[in-house]
């Protein structure tokens, strides 16, 4: 590696038959060759930049940030940094199945709270739309990490507060039903669905949901009786 770099350096962002450059390589190694991993991230960034923008055909369009997130925490923050860096629309690219880098943190990074926090600020500076589509994911997989997942919550009410009313399985619904989000969070999601979304708790189950988790007064303050009108 380090000889690649001192005698060919572009190299770097030199892509193989399936369009991986060696960026790509090394971040297969996921949890594996760390010290090689860091040190090709650290040389792509040097002498290919544009390679944070690079999909790889052979993963579904993944770009190095979709990959960073599956290995170990540092080299993951490296590659989030320097994305944001030289290639911030990166975070509005999607894989194939739909994922943004958010989605991907957010199920990845459970046990690692600064770093799904880091693409989720991230996210809402370069691409604010993510928000229409990522709280559901943060309820489901951030329940252990209750800031996260309330930045998430707030973010969405500034970015998309449609979301608090989406359809069938809303996000108050969900909440509801993994309480392991915790008290704070259950509480904001129930507010910001009454702002923006009232209409979701015509559901007489909702209500009693809602009362059960101990949030009486606060239908009680929007105006909802015990019978529902």
Known sequence: VDATAAHHPA????????????????LDFQNEHVNVMSR??????????????HAQAEHDGWL??????????????????????????????AVLDGSLAIHVALKRHSVHAALALKVVE???????AAFAHALHAALFYQAGQPVTLLRVVELTAEHHPAAFGRGGYSPVRMAMQYRAVGAIVLR?????????HPATFRDADLRAS???????????????????R
């Open 11 to 26: 190299a770097f962002g030199h892509a193989d038959g399936a369009r991986r450059l060696p960026l790509h390589l090394a």
């Open 40 to 53: 090709v991230v650290q040389l792509t960034a040097e002498h290919c930049p544009a390679a944070f923008a």
């Open 64 to 93: 190095p940030v979709h990959k960073a997130l599956y290995c170990q925490p540092d080299v993951a923050c490296s590659v989030v940094e320097l994305t944001a860096k030289h290639h911030p629309q990166a975070f509005g690219h």
């Open 122 to 128: 991230l996210t809402a500076q370069y691409h604010p």
């Open 188 to 196: 904001r999601v129930v507010e910001l669905t009454m702002a923006h």
């Open 210 to 228: 809602v009362r059960e988790a101990g949030l009486g007064a606060l239908l009680q303050a929007a105006g909802w009786s015990e019978d529902g």
